[in-house]
């Protein structure tokens, strides 16, 4: 049985012969192989005449010459971008017509390399990607959808139910709650006036004031002011009776879902310890509170809030606009994301 390898044209399906440079019917280029120009068969016959080609018969350059007088498509130096970076992702091997999949730079049928041009055309791809010097948001707890990544690649990103980063299904966000934004080449997150707030998460320790607001676990907290005494009787001179007062430097009360008030509890000392065993508060149920989760403590007249190693972190909602840093933790509604900047 005799089996004979040929070349069906794409133009007319006519057969031709394996190596022939043209169809014969109707000019089409059919060769596996580009052929080399001219210019450059002769400066390799002018350096090294013992590699230089026979002359081809008039009847194998006859084909190329009908072909030559169809419009065909110009070189790669008339490409657009996106039609290079195309070829790039979608890449055939111009040797064996297999096609040669992302992050290859050679066939794997053939071991033919991959041309210079194509090989720019996809580093310029992968880096069109993330812009240098800009940010992006990684969610890592989402209500199932961890893992999505946001491009903070525009001037300003306004995250909520509405606007640029979106999140409709979190009963916690406001339509517009926050804005990461660029100022000086620098990333900056701020509120804008969400009913829950923006919390970020505390490294080592930082300083707070009455008022503020912390998260640890899945409780949400607010350091008060120890309440002024008022121990003045009645108009009849009775006085209140309840149990005694001890001296206390601030107190630390739960917030609940809704905005009432939990549990409120009075420093003895000068700290108070919240975990979920063994501190002052305990939350044995909550599954994201360490055993020694973070504690608030006065010193010198300043109160402060230290994280204890904690697995999950513990994060204050920010009073006014703060710069991000890489690998920053930023809490919006029931969303958790990090930071993540690329150099520039």
Do not use: W
């Not at 998260?215 to 008060?224: K, N, P, S, T, Y």
């Amino acid at each position: 049985m005799n089996l004979e390898i040929g070349i069906v044209c794409a133009g007319c399906e006519a057969y031709s012969v394996l190596g022939t440079l043209a169809c014969e019917s109707c000019g089409n280029p059919v060769s596996l192989v580009m052929p080399v120009a001219p210019a450059a068969l002769e400066a390799s016959s002018a350096s090294f005449p013992e590699l230089a080609p026979e002359p081809a018969s008039t009847e194998a350059t006859a084909p190329v010459a009908r072909s030559s007088s169809r419009p065909t498509k110009s070189s790669k130096a008339k490409l657009s971008v996106e039609e290079l970076m195309d070829q790039a992702k979608n890449f055939v091997c111009r040797s064996c017509s297999t096609a040669v999949p992302l992050g290859h730079k050679f066939c794997g049928r053939c071991g033919a390399g991959l041309p210079p041009e194509i090989l720019q055309a996809r580093t310029q791809f992968f880096g069109q990607l993330q812009t240098p010097g800009k940010a992006k948001l990684i969610l890592i707890r989402g209500e199932g959808v961890e893992g999505l990544s946001y491009q903070l690649n525009a001037e300003e990103h306004m995250v909520g139910r509405l606007g640029q980063l979106v999140f409709p299904d979190d009963p916690f966000v406001s339509p517009k709650h926050a804005n990461f934004l660029y100022r000086e080449g620098k990333l900056f997150v701020k509120d804008e006036g969400s009913l829950n707030g923006v919390y970020l998460r505390v490294k080592g320790t930082i300083d707070v004031e009455p008022g503020d607001y912390f998260l640890a676990g899945e409780q949400v907290f607010r350091v008060d002011a120890t309440v002024k005494t008022s121990d003045q009787p009645g108009p009849d001179g009775t006085y209140f009776y309840s149990s005694p007062k001890h001296q206390s430097p601030f107190r630390m009360t739960q917030i609940l879902q809704g905005g009432s008030a939990g549990m409120t509890v009075c420093a003895r000392g000068s700290s108070l310890q919240i975990g979920r065993e063994g501190g002052d508060l305990n939350f044995p149920s909550d599954l994201y509170m360490s055993a020694a989760h973070c504690k608030v403590e006065e010193a010198a007249g300043r109160l402060m809030l230290t994280d204890l190693n904690s697995r999950n972190g513990s994060y204050v909602r920010l009073q006014a606009e703060r710069e991000l840093s890489h690998g920053d933790y930023v809490f919006i509604g029931r969303k958790l994301l990090r930071v993540e900047i690329t150099a520039a």
